[in-house]
């Protein structure tokens, strides 16, 4: 297997995080990873951020409907879209796939929290000041695995077809 299929088959959503500081090799990589993504007409609306102020984690766990464990965390990725590109959507999600894989490559576990039409979008989006133009796509919290689960996976033969659906 390649060093690319192995990051990917290995990443694992992490919720249990070591009290370990990212280093700035890895959150610069990410980043730069994360710019790197497919975008429609290279449009590249997005702006990605990060938190690591354990006051702040603790106010965006207490927004987030499914990420309270974004508190524990050493640090979180946030990515927005600019509203008005007609596929920010589709392209911060690609951004968010390459921000977390590379984090991977790092060996730092993350766990894609979503942002897009979250009730809480809006607050996290105004405590981390960015202008109203763009809108949450997704929250990335991210460190060192305190702990990792293997969820099964479907059998590749019970979800793919080729040419048609049968």
């Given at each position: 297997?390649?060093?690319?299929v192995t990051i990917i088959k290995g990443r694992r959503s992490v919720?249990?995080?070591?009290?370990?500081?990212?280093?700035?090799?890895?959150?610069?990589?990410?980043?730069?990873?994360?710019?790197?993504?497919?975008?429609?007409?290279?449009?590249?609306?997005?702006?990605?951020?990060?938190?690591?102020?354990?006051?702040?984690?603790?106010?965006?766990?207490?927004?987030?409907?499914?990420?309270?464990?974004?508190?524990?965390?050493?640090?979180?990725?946030?990515?927005?879209?600019?509203?008005?590109?007609?596929?920010?959507?589709?392209?911060?999600?690609?951004?968010?796939?390459?921000?977390?894989?590379?984090?991977?490559?790092?060996?730092?576990?993350?766990?894609?929290?979503?942002?897009?039409?979250?009730?809480?979008?809006?607050?996290?989006?105004?405590?981390?000041?960015?202008?109203?133009?763009?809108?949450?796509?997704?929250?990335?919290?991210?460190?060192?695995?305190?702990?990792?689960?293997?969820?099964?996976?479907?059998?590749?033969?019970?979800?793919?077809?080729?040419?048609?659906?049968?």
């Amino acid at each position: 297997m390649n060093l690319g299929v192995t990051i990917i088959k290995g990443r694992r959503s992490v919720r249990k995080y070591k009290d370990t500081p990212l280093p700035e090799e890895a959150i610069h990589h990410a980043f730069d990873c994360a710019k790197f993504a497919p975008t429609a007409r290279n449009g590249q609306p997005w702006v990605f951020g990060i938190v690591q102020n354990r006051e702040t984690l603790a106010t965006i766990a207490g927004l987030a409907t499914h990420g309270k464990f974004i508190k524990d965390a050493p640090a979180c990725f946030a990515v927005f879209g600019l509203r008005d590109e007609k596929f920010y959507v589709e392209d911060c999600c690609a951004a968010t796939e390459n921000l977390i894989l590379a984090l991977w490559s790092y060996g730092i576990g993350s766990c894609w929290v979503a942002g897009d039409k979250m009730d809480y979008a809006g607050d996290v989006r105004a405590l981390l000041k960015v202008p109203d133009e763009y809108a949450l796509v997704s929250l990335i919290p991210a460190g060192y695995p305190q702990e990792m689960t293997i969820p099964p996976k479907k059998e590749l033969e019970d979800i793919i077809f080729r040419e048609e659906y049968k």
